[in-house]
Nanobody, 120 residues
């Protein structure tokens, strides 16, 4: 089994910063793509950023220049540094990873979600 455990959410004022972390554990053979999604109340879940095992990144236009995704392969951990936060960034943020486990079966895995609230 694989678990993704997120941390780092919270309440921050507009213009502030937060750093989200997501650590994967379990019978992992290799972690391929990792990423962050978010879901605001009444809206569909949307992709925020992804990073490949080689370090290539992709961002939704609304966060380009403000958010940075990175990963530590030795720790099976992905990070999301969020700067210049805006009220519209308020959402539950979910970690996602495409993982091959020890049985050589590959699947998408999700974290439980962490709340980010941007408000004065």
């Amino acid at each position: 089994q694989v678990q993704l455990v997120e941390s780092g959410g919270g309440l921050v004022q507009p213009g502030g910063s937060l750093r989200l972390s997501c650590a994967a554990s379990g019978t992992i053979y290799v972690i391929h793509r990792m990423g962050w999604y978010r879901q605001a109340p009444g809206k569909q879940r949307e992709l925020v950023a992804t990073i490949t095992s080689g370090g290539s990144t992709n961002y939704v236009d609304s966060v380009k220049g403000r958010f940075t995704i990175s990963r530590d392969n030795a720790k099976n951990t992905v990070y999301l540094q969020m700067n210049s936060l805006k009220p519209e960034d308020t959402a539950v943020y979910y970690c996602n990873a495409y993982i091959t486990i020890s049985t050589m079966r590959s699947s998408d895995y999700w974290g439980q979600g962490t709340q980010v609230t941007v408000s004065s």
